[in-house]
């Protein structure tokens, strides 16, 4: 009985060894010549040298269970010869299978390095053995004529990744799997989703008196300044202000000298994926761009730090775009400014308005109203009863924001007037 025991021990360390080393991922640069990188090197040999001595542990414990005791077998009855079998099997697969399955992939790097010394010198003695053992494998392959490498590495697309991603989480700290989501998420979300709108720009405009364009250098929040002449469809570029600030230092700053450090805007098309775009701005070595449509018309600008933000989170204390208030309500309601990104409301409010279409909450409503809005109107989009409150220019100022409604099946808000 201690024999078998000690048997299925092996097993167990066999199996938790085979996990570990699958599950393990190389911390250590390949350049040390440690044990484990030589098994990890020869993944193919190592695997066959554990099912090798696996196969050969469990034929002895099963041939050893069967003679424990020769007397007390010949003494049992059909169904408890049966009832035997089923016990060893039930007692190989928790304690030879399962369970160190489960401890190897809660301490993979333990697992791979304890017994690492071992194997490595195990598979020099007995190479010749494991050699011989692929290549009849590999011989079989063949005469099937199926491939005995891959023909290409599996590429898995950004839905693919996140689910990975996912699965995997449990064993991921929650601020780095978010993280590693977002990373994902940037390739389905693109560039006009997050810029900040064309009317929200913020800039210089040169057609100014200079002045005015001094003062507006002097308390600039922003170290990019974009600047523009007459109207934002005619923008020149951006200047940084560290340029500026010697010249304003010494009182020698004048709109020739500004118009000298001004650098040459870069534009973008819509439709440009954050991913790419990220790419895009370390390849250009550009931190801000314009984006533009099909036409040319100009549609916002982003910047490289809005693009981190959605990877990271909100980190820039510098206002890069105008902070719309949400004002929560006691009764679960929120007062919102109209002109809000709808990406901004779903994650602050926790709510799932669609954003594959208009940006702005404004855009949302006008597209569901289908007419101009009117203080009093009020809508229901995705089971949010939303009520405008004031408009401005044909645009929607401020709206309320209400709890969503608990059956989705009620009647939806009719717009119309108070």
């Known amino acids: 009985m201690t024999l078998l025991v000690i048997l299925i021990l092996c097993i167990s360390i066999l199996t938790a060894s085979e996990t570990a080393l699958l599950t393990y991922k190389r911390l250590h640069a390949a350049s040390r010549k440690t044990a484990l990188n030589q098994l990890l090197a020869h993944i193919d040999q190592t695997l066959t040298l554990f099912q090798l001595f696996k196969y050969l542990l469990i034929i002895l414990a099963t041939v050893l269970s069967l003679l424990i005791s020769p007397q007390l077998l010949n003494t049992l009855l059909v169904w408890q010869w049966l009832l035997a079998l089923l016990v060893f ?18 301490y993979p790097e333990t697992f791979a390095y304890a017994f690492a010394n071992f194997y490595a010198a195990t598979l020099k003695l007995v190479r010749p053995l494991v050699l011989s053992i692929n290549a009849f494998a590999t011989l079989i392959l063949r005469l099937c004529k199926q491939p005995t490498t891959p023909h290409k590495l599996v590429k898995f697309s950004g839905a693919e990744l996140k ?3 996912e699965v995997e989480g449990a064993n991921i700290p929650p601020e780095h799997l978010e993280m590693l989501t977002s990373i994902v998420d940037l390739e389905s979300i693109y560039v006009e989703d997050i810029m900040i709108p064309r009317h929200q720009l913020i800039g210089i405009d040169l057609a100014k008196d200079w002045a005015e364009l001094e003062q ?21 570029g951006f200047v940084h202000l560290r340029r500026l600030l010697p010249l304003l230092a010494e009182d020698k700053l004048d709109r020739e000298h500004l118009k000298a450090a001004i650098k040459p805007a870069y534009f973008i098309p819509k439709g440009t994926s954050l991913l790419q775009q990220l790419l895009n701005f370390r390849e250009q070595a550009r931190r801000s761009a314009i984006v533009v449509d099909e036409y040319g018309d100009i549609l916002g600008m982003l910047a490289l730090e809005d693009i981190l933000e959605e990877i990271v989170g909100e980190f820039s204390t510098v206002p890069i775009r105008h902070e719309h208030n949400i004002q929560r309500m006691p009764d679960g309601s929120a007062w919102v400014d109209g002109a809000s990104s709808i990406r901004d409301l779903n994650q602050s409010l926790n ?8 940006k702005t909450i404004n855009g949302l409503i006008m597209e569901h109203l289908e007419l101009l809005p009117v203080p009093g109107m009020t809508v229901l989009i995705a089971q949010h009863p939303m009520e405008i409150r004031k408009t401005r220019k044909n645009a929607i100022k401020t709206l309320i924001i209400y709890p969503a409604l608990p059956a989705p099946s009620q009647k939806e808000f009719e717009h119309g007037k108070s």
């Open 89 to 106: 099997t039930l007692v190989l697969l928790v304690f030879a299978e399962l369970l160190p399955r489960k401890l190897a992939r809660l």
């Open 163 to 165: 689910q990975l991603v």
């Open 216 to 236: 507006q250098l002097i308390h600039s929040l922003f170290t990019r300044i974009l600047i523009y002449e007459s109207s934002v469809d005619n923008i020149l």
């Open 351 to 358: 709510l799932k308005l669609p954003i594959d279409g208009p």
